[in-house]
């Protein structure tokens, strides 16, 4: 559950290429990664940056639901992982790729289908922390991170509170 969110952090484009390259940073010295399993939806696009940097032309997606926006509820599978990557996972050349940890709920699942992979997110919050192996930045469990693909340009009241 994240009703309890306070901050904000909204991400944007740059922002969110930048810190998915530093991943792939991080990542290029645990590999080598035969397959990248982007968790989707969010996690299929710093999965895309992370294959690019690496050079890795095997991606795989899986489909988890858990948030109806901000509320989360029971874990669905909606696509499972192919037959071929579970094999895959044997070898520990599994990179499974989403875009934050929040709960950890969305990672326990995908890692119970994996158990050999390696975990990155880009971001984490502490719950979920211990859950991944790689990832750029930490952001208190009561901030709401802001995805660039769900965000538009808006005008801001000053913080003054004024009108102008
Ligand atoms: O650690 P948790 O508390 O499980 O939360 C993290 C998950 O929540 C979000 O996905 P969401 O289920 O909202 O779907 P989406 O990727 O399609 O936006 C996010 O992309 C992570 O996958
Ligand atoms: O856009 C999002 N921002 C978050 O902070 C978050 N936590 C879980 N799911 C999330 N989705
Ligand atoms: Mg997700």
New binding site residues.
């Given amino acids: 559950m994240?009703q309890s969110a306070q901050k904000n952090f909204p991400v944007t484009w740059d922002q969110f290429h930048r810190d998915s390259r530093a991943l792939a940073w991080r990542l290029q010295g645990l590999g080598p990664f035969d397959a990248v399993v982007a968790?989707?939806?969010?996690?299929l696009v710093p999965a895309t940056i992370v294959a690019r940097e690496l050079n890795i032309r095997v991606v795989e997606s899986v489909a988890?639901?858990?948030?109806d926006h901000k509320n989360?509820g029971e874990i669905r599978v909606l696509k499972a992982v192919s037959p071929e990557i579970l094999e895959k996972d044997r070898t520990g050349r599994v990179l499974i790729v989403?875009?934050?940890?929040?709960?950890?709920?969305?990672?326990r699942a995908v890692r119970e289908m994996l158990p050999n992979a390696h975990f990155a997110t880009v971001y984490a919050k502490p719950k979920?922390r211990d859950l991944v192996d790689s990832f750029i930045t930490e952001v208190s469990q009561d901030t709401w991170i802001f995805f660039p693909w769900d965000l538009d340009v808006a005008y801001v009241p000053p913080i003054s509170g004024g009108t102008d």
Wanted: glycine share 18%.
């Fill in positions: 994240n968790i989707a939806r969010g996690g988890v639901k858990s948030y989360q989403d875009d934050l940890v929040d709960t950890g709920n969305t990672a979920g």
